[in-house]
């Protein structure tokens, strides 16, 4: 069954060389009850661990069933001590957090019996040891002869082949001595058992055969046997602790240490809670300074006109600008003038511009300055109506001279972009609906209220409404009113000279098949308190109108007419270019747009639209190039990356907590490793494999990390409240702290993360412990 062939085994201290086994060699029967005697010293307990693979032989050989171990890797011996040995403790050994039930499972918890299978293996064994009322007792309830009884249901649970007992009376009176001495006889009879004791009275009672032992070597063997096996019929089923016994055996000592366990969880979490708290915050000022950029972007878009000013090239000119040497003075060209780009806006930029992604800026408003010949019905009858601060009675302004689409303080009609997709997200985001609806179609037309609910008097005139300084009107009063929008070819009329003049019959005009009527859809106003808005106070309508306006009119035989001839065909004047240019601009004749704006989706993404831009002017001439200007820039380089900067600043500060906390997981963990020393050696004794003994560790400060992680998000996400208090009264900005999800679950895996690291050294170093050693601990 069991051999040892010529071991020899030395212990070396300072200069100090201790032969604890000295050639010893002797065979073992498959069913003996064998007691070793010997005095203190004498390697009895040495030679036992060797049998048990506690500890290993210097020279020699241990044969099992006539296999060698010379050779068994330390899995091997895991393996043997939880297949085929069993160990009786003198100090019992018990681990003190488990239950005695889960004491005795834990040998077959390690070789990985089904929960079924080893709650009755356990159960019978305790029943065999005289325990049957005592199984869901803790050790600490039990005597010192009930808990050796405990030991010995640990030991043959498994149904180990070698039963080795180390003293197992030595702490035990009498009477109890006697007890357990029979249960280890009867226990003799189906196993091997190998039992070391100081009692020459006890072994001569109990043992079959009796070695005596002295100076490493043995003195005398009262039955000897000589093994003779040919065939190696020993194998060996490795052992394995699933991560999940590891996390409750982990658990359960958790639970029995539960104040220091809340300070460690409470003393991680620090860190945790710190950087979650800036997270919180970042993400609130972030929205507000998102909020803020986004209306900067919604009044200040990327903006392309016919005619571009470069204010980089007025500053460059003014630096390169020289003085006049002597009594002299230099005729040139002013820096604003040189600084003067004109745009080809032709259809082939137009058609790069809709190929610009959608992600990047989704509204694109493409403005074209065709005049709109507006007539409205009031009191029965039509008159002429203009969407600017034109004079209605001058014809060159009915022609939409007047008409500018910006939104300086000046105007009273503003353009909008409508999404690419068709869909008006533009107004729905900027601005709130006071009444009616919100447009969706080119005809339908806004009213644009201020802050204060305000209108601009000249808007509500222009559109014929009779309206003094202060009056207030009533929604239902405006919304839903209609206006006419004609066509030049029935808004002119051409006299013999060749000259055309506005005709008078408005109703005729009103009922013309090309004419559009418009309807005020609904009245908005700004939402944000920062900010007035794109759009002036009074009419806002879309751009598409505008394409609408050139479709009409663009081959109408007043714009035709215009483009054969340098005088005004309405008044007979002479026109320099830029005059005339503005007139077939008014009439439709130009199909050259009057302004784009380009409305970035967010500021990140303005970078990406102006890369955009800049690619189409890539190897282009000078004078082909489309040059364009960046209102935001400035505020873009103000705030673009300073949340995040702060934020950085912040967290890492912060983040230097958690590094301590992981170097505190450190040192709590070696605190427990020093503790459970005992605990290490048993589960080792159990076959419990260096991985093993790791994973127990690792899963203390898995549980830790991970509670200090929940702990401190938890403390973190309740903090928001009185600070959103706090900076509710000093700042009046509500709802600032705000703990995002993502990186409340992040925070938690950082935390689990950086305390098993913490952990992890001292978790190998547990593992590495020497069985022998660790069992000898107090």
């Not at 878009?301 to 006049?324: F, G, Q, W």
């Not at 759009?535 to 483009?563: D, E, F, W």
């Not at 995002?740 to 050294?761: E, Y």
């Amino acid at each position: 069954m069991l051999q040892l062939k010529h071991i020899s085994k030395s212990y070396t201290v300072g200069d100090t060389v201790t032969k604890a086994q000295n050639d010893v060699s002797v065979a073992f029967r498959q069913k003996e009850f064998v007691a070793i005697l010997g005095p203190s010293g004498s390697g009895k307990t040495t030679m036992l661990n060797i049998i048990g693979g506690l500890d290993r032989y210097d020279s020699g050989d241990l044969l099992i069933k006539g296999k060698s171990t010379k050779n068994f890797k330390d899995s091997d011996w895991d393996a043997y001590r939880n297949n085929s040995v069993g160990f009786i403790f003198q100090s019992y050994n018990l681990i003190t957090h488990l239950s005695i039930l889960e004491n005795v499972e834990m040998g077959m918890t390690l070789s990985g019996v089904s929960t079924s299978v080893k709650r009755q293996k356990a159960t019978d064994a305790l029943i065999r040891v005289g325990l049957k009322d005592q199984i869901h007792k803790q050790p600490n309830q039990l005597s010192g002869g009930q808990m050796q009884r405990v030991a010995i249901a640990r030991a043959i649970a498994n149904d180990p082949e070698i039963l080795l007992a180390d003293e197992p009376t030595g702490a035990l009176d009498s009477e109890t001595s006697l007890e357990i001495m029979d249960l280890i006889r009867d226990l003799s009879h189906d196993r091997l058992v190998i039992m070391v004791t100081h009692n020459p009275d006890l072994a001569k009672q109990y043992a079959d055969r009796i070695i005596r032992f002295a100076d490493g070597q043995i003195q005398a063997d009262s039955a000897p046997y000589e093994e003779q096996q040919t065939d190696a019929d020993f194998s060996l089923t490795k052992t394995k602790m699933s991560y999940w016994t590891a996390l409750k055996l982990s658990f359960t000592n958790i639970k029995t240490k539960k104040g220091r366990t809340f300070l460690t969880i409470f003393a991680s979490s620090i860190g945790i809670i710190g950087v979650a708290v800036v997270l919180a915050l970042s993400n609130g000022f972030q929205k507000q300074v998102n909020q803020t950029q986004s209306e900067t972007l919604s009044t200040m878009p990327v903006t392309v006109a016919p005619v571009n000013t470069d204010t980089n090239a007025i500053r460059s000119n003014e630096n390169a600008s020289s003085d006049a040497k002597g009594h002299q003075v230099r005729a040139e060209k002013s820096n604003l003038e040189r600084a003067q780009h004109t745009n080809k806006l032709n259809q082939n930029y137009l058609n790069y511009l809709k190929k610009m992604p959608k992600k990047d800026a989704s509204n694109i408003a493409i403005s074209y300055g065709t005049g709109m010949n507006l007539i409205r019905k009031v009191n029965g009858k039509y008159q002429q109506v203009t969407f600017s601060n034109a004079d209605p009675n001058n014809a060159a302004s009915s022609a939409g001279l007047m008409f500018s689409g910006g939104s300086s303080s000046n105007t009273a009609s503003g353009v909008y972009p409508v999404n690419r997709d068709g869909k008006q997200s533009f107004l729905r985001t900027y601005y709130r609906l006071l009444d009616g609806k919100y447009p969706t179609k080119a005809t339908d037309i806004v009213l644009v209220a201020d802050k204060h609910n305000a209108i601009n008097i000249n808007g509500l005139r222009n559109l014929g409404v009779n309206v003094k300084d202060g009056q207030t009107l009533k929604y239902q009063d405006l919304v839903g009113m209609k206006i006419k929008m004609v066509a030049n070819d029935d808004y002119y009329r051409k006299l013999p000279t060749g000259s055309f003049l506005p005709a008078r019959d408005y109703s005729a005009m009103a009922n013309k098949s090309a004419t559009r009527t418009l309807t005020v859809s609904g009245i908005i106003r700004v939402k944000s308190n920062n900010s007035d808005g794109i759009l002036p106070s009074g009419v806002a309508y879309s751009a598409n109108l505008t394409q609408t306006a050139l479709s009409m009119n663009r081959n109408s035989k007043i714009a035709k007419a215009q483009k054969g001839q340098r005088r005004n065909v309405t008044t007979g004047q002479s026109m320099n270019g830029a005059t005339r240019s503005a007139m077939l601009t008014s009439l439709g004749a130009s199909t050259t747009p009057t302004n784009i704006q380009i409305y970035p989706t967010s500021f990140k993404k303005k970078d990406q639209v102006l890369a955009y831009l800049k690619a189409y002017n890539k190897g282009k001439p000078k004078s082909d190039q489309v040059r364009y200007t960046d209102l935001a820039s400035t505020i873009s380089a103000m705030t673009g990356g300073v949340m995040d900067a702060i934020t950085d600043v912040l967290v890492a500060l912060a983040g230097i907590s958690l590094i301590t906390s992981m170097i505190m997981i450190a040192i709590i963990t070696y605190t427990s490793v020093l503790e459970r020393t005992k605990e290490i050696g048993v589960l080792k004794a159990l076959g419990a494999r260096k991985k093993d003994i790791t994973r127990v560790f690792d899963a203390e400060t898995f549980i830790l990390g991970f509670g200090a992680g929940i702990f401190g998000i938890l403390i973190a996400y309740l903090l928001t409240f009185p600070i959103n208090s706090l900076l509710l009264n000093i700042t009046g900005l509500s709802g600032v702290a705000v703990l995002n999800p993502i990186q409340a679950v992040v925070l938690i895996i950082i935390s689990t993360i950086l305390t098993l690291m913490g952990g992890h050294i001292p978790a190998r170093m547990a593992a590495k412990k020497d069985a022998a050693i660790a069992l000898r601990a107090e």
